[in-house]
């Protein structure tokens, strides 16, 4: 089940690529920046589809490619700078970025297998069913019987529930990714070297 430090972690590595993308010379720079923005647009667009749908495997596939633009356009920087420290320092915070995206794709796609939550849902109506026949043996009460059926069925659909991050009541949000690409739409904090 994917938690929420997977987007702030993926929004923080995505942050600090996107940083020191702007201190490469050009072109790299601007390449590389222009395609950061096009990558988080991916990655809030991934944060908004349900797992394993075609709109989920489509963003995925364009990340993959955003990634693989990137790290030619970071080859590139480090073939024409050797020995420069920014873009070894860019090359080490992509890498981050696109372990970080590999995780949070992960975390997407994994879920509870159905049989699991159908175990969990036949194991809940026996251990019910035994209640109220117990409590039948001894004349008492169908109130608590129905608090106890309540009880288990609210923690069923919680647990169904945080098995769907990006539906149901349960979400997390995409506000790290969201208020990273507001901060992109300002000019670049830095420039590269001359």
Known sequence: MPSAWRWRSDATSLAATYLRAQTLAEPFRTGSLERLVRYTDTSIRLSHSVPGSSAADDAVADGQQLQRELWALA??????????????????????????????????????????????????????????????????????????????????????????PTRGMIRIPATALTDLRASMDLPPAATGPG
Request: no cysteine.
């Open 75 to 164: 080859g590139e920087a480090l073939d024409s700078a050797p020995s420069a420290s920014a873009p070894r320092l860019y090359v080490d915070s992509l890498n981050e970025m696109i372990d970080m995206q590999t995780v949070r794709v992960s975390g997407l796609n994994n879920r509870v297998p159905p049989a699991v939550l159908w175990l969990e849902v036949a194991a809940a109506a026996v251990a019910l069913g035994l209640l109220a026949v117990y409590l039948a043996i001894l004349g008492r009460g169908a109130v608590t019987v129905l608090l106890a059926a309540g009880l288990v069925t609210l923690l069923l659909l919680v647990t169904f529930d945080l098995d769907r």
